[in-house]
DNA sequence: TTCAAAATCAATCATATGATTGATTCATGA
DNA sequence: TCATGAATCAATCATATGATTGATTTTGAA
């Protein structure tokens, strides 16, 4: 008989665990090809005990869609704060989300796939939602600092901005994207758009 | 005894049926519960019909890909042409997505579904990622004969700012996207940032 | 040390799901 | 007309899959 890797472990460590071997799975072969046998069989347990721990299969996409989001919120920067340089928050936005798609690469995977689930599991889709549209403020209120700022455009439109940003980033959490090399000429491209034109009195940092 | 709505239809028409319907099935439900017998019953058909026509599940994931991109591809605008003015066609070609968006939601909702597939149906990514790339080509295009045009920034690096525009409005084809209220801003907002420094002698070197 | 609660497992159930088989119905050219 | 192939269907198979049941092992407080 097989040995435990991780006999008895407690109830929330392990809901944890299966969260995260959920979250692997999806990456790998995709949210359409997961199974809670193979769940229960990356963590190393048997199947009845991922069920007394997570109780259905909903339980646990509701489990990885709740973790994602909190693991994605751990790895903010500071809050938007109108008395540092816009532009250094803006990349520092940016690095924070680069760095989570090297680092743990499963979170954006997941978040991607489980908008798959939106039209019959609206309470995933609510918790995907909000953190999006967090994340999009965030951005909006940097543009909004900087503008009072002089270093973006006066003629901004803060939300819209923040909506291309955010949108054309992630476009490089997809499975299929080519790598991350395009990332930094592609957020330089447009952080470039925002720029206020220079010659005026104006103080680049 | 049912009425069958469609009887006998020939292949190439019923394959077609098959593909649409399960366009449809994606949108309203993910890929993730694609199931062949729902596609079937929507076409109005037996399950082994559609088996007739289209041999495995494989094969219908593939016709789905295939058919998805041509539809897309007979929906775009003129190629890009040095000849015309850069702004009119970077437009027709966001007005051209922007139309498939509101009458023929299924198209991008498959596009960016099926996308998530890529690490288990190569030939389903190959599909897809070839047309993705020449997509955003035709962007890459415009904008640099918009340069030659002196209609957009000299600085512009194309292919840069066509992932940056394409994926924008890529965002506008997930299904929990708030509608398409904010497709034209956020255009116009990148378009903006695209543009050149207005009349003004700007060549201050 | 004892024992109740927590955690785990083997075995199994009920249904879902992709696919097949063989008969049947329709279309069409000779 | 009628023979042939194309298209369709009812019935069924083999396996996958989410979930349950009841027994077993471990933990930790008294």
């Known amino acids: 008989m097989i040995t435990h890797s991780q006999p008895y472990v407690r109830k929330d460590e392990r809901r944890a665990m299966i969260a995260q071997a959920a979250r692997e ?9 997961l199974r809670t046998r193979d ?9 009845s005990t991922l069920h007394f721990h997570v109780p ?9 869609a709740e973790t994602t989001r909190d693991s994605f919120l751990a ?15 803006l990349r520092a936005e940016a690095q924070a ?9 499963e979170l954006a995977a997941c978040f991607m796939q489980l908008t798959q689930t939106s039209g019959i599991e609206p309470n995933v889709a609510a918790v995907l939602e909000s953190f999006t549209r ?13 503008q009072a700022q002089e270093v973006f455009r006066a003629d901004l439109s803060p939300f819209p901005a923040a909506i291309a940003m955010t ?11 080519n790598g991350l090399e395009m990332f930094w000429p592609v957020f330089d491209e447009i952080e470039r758009g925002f720029l206020a034109a220079p010659g005026k009195e104006e103080s680049v940092r």
């Not at 989300?97 to 743990?104: A, H």
């Not at 967090?134 to 900087?146: F, N, T, V």
């Not at 490089?172 to 994207?177: I, L, N, P, T, Y």
């Open 25 to 33: 799975l999806i990456l790998e072969n995709g949210y359409a090809a």
């Open 39 to 47: 769940v229960a069989a990356r963590v190393g347990i048997n199947i």
């Open 56 to 64: 259905s299969k909903t339980a646990l996409v509701a489990l990885v």
């Open 75 to 89: 790895m903010l920067p500071p809050a938007p704060d109108p008395a540092r340089p816009a532009r250094v928050q």
């Open 97 to 105: 989300y680069r760095d989570s798609l090297r680092d743990r690469p």
């Open 134 to 146: 967090g994340w999009c403020q965030r951005y909006a209120d940097i543009l909004a600092i900087g």
């Open 167 to 177: 949108g054309a980033l992630t476009a490089f959490g997809h499975r299929g994207s």
